[in-house]
Nanobody, 121 residues
Framework: QVQLVESGGGLVQPGGSLRLSCAASGTISTINNINVMGWYRQAPGKQRELVASITRGGLTNYGDSVKGRFTISRDNAKNTVDLQMNSLKPEDAAVYYC????????????WGQGTQVTVSS
């Protein structure tokens, strides 16, 4: 089992920046078997959607609405994944969840508890 703990959410004005961090913990074998880590978000009344993901090798994928504004990064040695969010818009407001996809007997997903991002003046 992989445990994920997020930090860094909060209130920011439109056009501002926030940085989210997620730390993964677990047994050495499960941690080493994490392939993709990512960030998802869910706004009230909407489905959870992919914000950005990154493979162990550094390949990234972004949701269309955040391309050019958000940057995902990963430190495999520290088992962390960060999301730098710039030029934030009110529509970016949501609960942001960290995700890890890993193999332990079978492919599994772990989720963090979520961190609230509010974009408002």
């Amino acid at each position: 089992q992989v445990q994920l703990v997020e930090s860094g959410g909060g209130l920011v004005q439109p056009g501002g920046s926030l940085r989210l961090s997620c730390a993964a913990s677990g047994t050495i074998s499960t941690i080493n078997n994490i392939n993709v880590m990512g960030w998802y978000r869910q706004a009230p009344g909407k489905q959870r959607e992919l914000v950005a993901s990154i493979t162990r090798g550094g390949l990234t994928n972004y949701g269309d609405s955040v391309k050019g504004r958000f940057t995902i990064s990963r430190d495999n040695a520290k088992n962390t994944v960060d999301l730098q969010m710039n030029s934030l818009k009110p529509e970016d407001a949501a609960v942001y969840y960290c995700n890890a996809n890993y193999f332990s007997s079978r492919l599994q997903d772990s989720w963090g508890q979520g961190t609230q991002v509010t974009v408002s003046s």
